[in-house]
């Protein structure tokens, strides 16, 4: 039981320093709700990639079929065009603490509200990948 409030502890504040660092870090491109020059990050986790319908990503992350969760976060903010060669994001996060913390605060956000729910992993891919084939990054 000590373990797991311990973790719970270190999982609140991983969190926390994540809110703080995704202002710092992801703000400038990103929000939570509504597309800037990256797209809205709320629910990102457990979305496929290129799948918020209102936001215009290259064709390259569109035909990716990522599934982002913490392998597949933690390799896009280390380098992005690693992952996808011809995404417009060439901001990187160089500090591993800080992407776990990053990746954390995502985590912690839940889903979007409805009225904003981009298309599910199976519903997008569906046109480029056989349903249930979103990739898991290794």
């Known amino acids: 039981m000590k373990y797991a409030f311990c973790l719970l502890l270190t999982l ?3 969190a926390g320093d994540g809110k703080d660092l995704f202002e710092r870090r992801c703000a400038g491109c990103h929000a939570l709700d509504k597309d800037k020059e990256g797209p809205r990050l709320r629910g990102v986790y457990g979305r ?24 597949s976060l933690e390799r896009w903010l280390t ?9 417009d994001m060439g901001f990187h996060v160089k500090d591993a ?3 776990k913390a990053i990746i954390e605060y995502l985590k912690s956000l839940g889903p979007q509200p409805a009225s904003i729910r981009p ?9 480029s990948l056989p349903a249930g ?3 898991r990054l290794p």
């Open 12 to 14: 609140c504040a991983y």
């Open 119 to 127: 298309l599910t992993p199976d519903a997008w891919l569906g046109t």
């Open 79 to 87: 380098n992005p065009e690693a992952v996808v060669s011809d995404t």
């Open 48 to 71: 496929a990639s290129g799948s918020v319908p209102s936001f215009l990503y290259s064709d390259g992350l569109k035909k990716a079929g990522i599934l982002w969760d913490d392998q």
């Open 133 to 135: 084939q979103a990739k």
């Open 97 to 99: 603490e800080e992407r």
